[in-house]
């Protein structure tokens, strides 16, 4: 819902202040009062979040999480944390996100999503349709399969070192996007860098500058394979792909430091 753990790990802490308060006598349904308190303080730290994205440097993008292998078996749950998902969510009002959140990823009932919010369930409903058909318009076209991702990935890995800008723009979708996240910490690209040839010479010139200095991994980054790039033995940016028709329309590259904190361990993540 947040596309940080560091706020979602907030929002637990306080989520867990206040329920330690409560005298458990007096709730009928632990479930129902613990999602409704999770909820409001989610919502209370998106607004937040928001005031704090736009003073941001440069493009904002979700925190990486390095997960399990496990949690790619569920497909939808991978699906629901991809870093093209999450930045899909974002284009989302809060109350939106955190209707679509509890609905389509948590099952939750229309009439405990309608307390959590404070709505009507009739309101919510129609939140929930204007949110799906939101979702649907921007989200990757198709799930694609772990197995899919790795594919394109080690495809990319290899144009990658190799340098070789045939290779590049093969894998590459002809409308690509590139965005860069240093928020204003490390240097990363600006703005969006839209286009094959553009993003093909970026990344065959940028790697041809620190090929001697550099190593690149793969891994499991929210939910799917990612590459982790580190320089001088040092974890550098993380890129995350969004994969249509098995090329790569999306490049999420992660550099500011601060948003890097989860990739020293993994994270379990269910339902």
């Keep these: 819902m947040l596309g940080?753990?560091?706020d979602a790990e907030d929002v637990l802490q306080e989520t867990w202040l206040r329920w330690a308060g409560v005298d458990l006598d007096t709730v009928r349904d632990q479930r129902a009062y613990l999602v409704r308190i999770t909820t409001r303080q989610a919502l209370s730290r998106l607004r937040t979040l928001g005031r704090r994205k736009e003073s941001y440097v440069g493009p904002w993008l979700p925190e990486p999480l390095l997960t399990t292998p496990d949690v790619a078996e569920d497909v939808a749950l991978?699906?629901?944390?991809s870093m093209a998902m999450l930045l899909v969510l974002e284009t989302l009002a809060p109350t939106e996100r955190a209707v679509f959140v509890l609905r389509e990823v948590f099952d939750v009932g229309y009439d405990e999503i309608a307390e959590a919010v404070d709505k009507s369930e009739a309101a919510v409903r129609q939140i929930a349709h204007r949110a799906r058909a939101h979702v649907a318009a921007r989200r990757p076209r198709q799930v694609v399969s772990a197995a899919e991702t790795r594919d394109a990935l080690d495809a990319f890995q290899r144009a990658v070192e190799t340098g070789e800008l045939q290779r590049?723009?093969?894998i590459l979708a002809p409308d690509v996007v590139l965005l860069g996240d240093g928020g204003g910490v490390k240097q990363a690209v600006p703005r969006p860098i839209v286009g094959a040839d553009k993003v093909a010479r970026l990344l065959?010139?940028?790697?041809?500058r620190v090929a001697g200095i550099s190593?690149?991994?793969?891994a499991?980054?929210?939910?799917?394979?990612?590459?982790i790039l580190h320089l001088d033995g040092e974890l550098d940016s993380v890129l995350a792909l969004r994969i249509d028709d098995g090329l790569i329309s999306g490049i999420?590259?992660?550099?500011?430091?601060e948003k890097l904190s989860h990739m020293e361990r993994e994270t379990a993540l269910r339902r």
């Design 4 to 6: 940080s753990a560091a």
């Design 78 to 81: 991978a699906d629901s944390v």
């Design 168 to 170: 590049l723009l093969d």
């Design 204 to 208: 065959a010139g940028g790697w041809g």
């Design 215 to 218: 190593s690149l991994r793969s």
């Design 220 to 227: 499991q980054v929210n939910g799917y394979p990612a590459l």
């Design 252 to 257: 999420y590259a992660v550099r500011n430091p």
